[in-house]
């Protein structure tokens, strides 16, 4: 009985000191995100780094265009060159009830294509110059019952493809991308008919402005349907006046744009899916005579998970630039060109934050107006490209 007791004294006096250690030892520090998060505050972020590879001139841009050799390409626009197209950085709180609001912010040579006028400039050849810094999304929202109200600069309702990269399956963008707005600035509602039934409408400075270059807005209608759960169905539609071309002077015409897409998807498996996309644009006042320009095309996406870390993409598209204002050459020889393009990208996908992506696409037009390196033209050009994407 007496050795129980020592050996239990003993052990108590060597746990003693363990254990006012352990209370001791100050308490771990948390984290900026876990700060965030306990605010209700998500952050996220990813880098885009690639390299591109053309057949032609595709710096150069278009043969003709207005300004000369207007771009062709939105973001892969080198004929063979590393580079640094994005980091991507949002913060947001939007609670489902209350005030809210989100940031985005988009580093990188992408940025220098999508800033909203004035901040966007052009160099003599068309081509956009100025800071790789843009603040791509700004607004505030309130958000009651099934209403959501934003204000303050965001996206277009418009396209299949977005301005983040992690938001695309393609490491190029479409020609249907670059024809319509990045973004708008104003007011946009949304109204949750049901769970599967969104109804938007909205007033905006117009196409890519952040401050409006006339007296005028633009109203923005929109709905999304999923009447069963494999399939989305996106309308959108933007009508109001708008300058001959997308970055005014005080000198150019004001006529009434109004542009109509279409974007659908069918999921037939979680490893199989179909995308569609139709639009259309015109403008008024654009032609010699005054009359409306206008253009249009449609897209098709198939894209199948081979396995959870090997994905294949499809793309084909075909676009009919009928007055040639899409690409600034109203007016030419070359106006009227209609394009084709196939895209084939294979992605591979190690991890849940990092996807690599190799891509190949020929793009086909029916007039020659391709630039070559040597000042020919061609009706066809090549590209390849790969990219890099790491979330965070």
């Given at each position: ?287 010699a005579n005054g009359g409306k320009a206008k253009y249009s095309g449609y897209a098709g996406y198939l894209t199948y998970m081979v396995t959870p870390k090997w994905r294949g993409v499809l793309r084909l598209e075909s676009f009919d630039d009928h007055d040639g204002f899409r690409f ?65």
């Open positions: 009985m007496k050795k129980i007791v020592l050996a239990s004294a003993i052990s108590a006096l060597f746990a003693a000191p363990a254990t006012v250690l352990a209370q001791a030892k100050p308490a771990a520090v948390p984290t900026l995100d876990k700060i965030l998060e306990a605010s209700g505050i998500t952050t996220s972020g990813y880098i885009d780094v690639g390299y591109s590879y053309a057949n032609r001139n595709i710096e150069a841009g278009i043969q003709g265009g207005n300004p000369p050799n207007a771009p062709y390409r939105v973001f892969d626009n080198q004929n063979n060159s590393f580079a640094l197209h994005q980091v991507g950085l949002t913060m947001a709180k939007q609670p489902k009830e209350g005030f809210g609001g989100l940031v985005n912010v988009t580093i990188g040579k992408d940025a220098q294509v999508i800033h909203s006028f004035p901040e966007a400039t052009v160099n003599g050849a068309g081509v956009p110059t100025g800071s790789m810094f843009d603040i791509t999304q700004a607004y505030l929202q309130y958000a009651g019952g099934p209403l959501t109200v934003i204000g303050g600069k965001f996206t277009t309702l418009h396209g299949t493809e977005v301005i983040a990269s992690t938001g695309n399956t393609n490491v190029s963008r479409s020609i249907l991308f670059g024809s319509v707005p990045f973004t708008h600035t104003g007011l946009r509602a949304t109204w949750a008919v049901s769970d599967t039934i969104s109804l938007i409408a909205g007033v905006n400075n117009g196409w890519d402005q952040l401050t409006d270059s006339n007296r005028a807005k633009t109203l923005e209608l929109g709905a999304t349907f999923n009447p069963i759960k494999p399939l989305n169905i996106a309308i959108s539609g933007y009508s109001g006046k708008e300058t001959t071309t997308p970055i005014p002077t005080p000198a150019q015409a004001e006529g009434t744009r109004t542009s109509a897409n279409l974007v659908a998807s069918y999921a037939f498996t979680d490893a199989f899916s179909l995308g569609l996309e139709y639009l259309s644009v015109s403008q008024d006042k654009v032609l600034n050459t109203v007016g030419l020889a070359k106006a009227q060109t209609k394009y084709t393009e196939g895209t084939v990208t294979a992605a591979y996908l190690p991890a849940d934050n990092f996807e690599l992506r190799a891509e190949a696409r020929e793009d086909k037009a029916d007039q020659a107006v391709f630039l070559g390196y040597s000042g020919s033209t061609s009706k066809t050009l090549m590209s390849v490209a790969l990219q890099g994407l790491y979330k965070f």
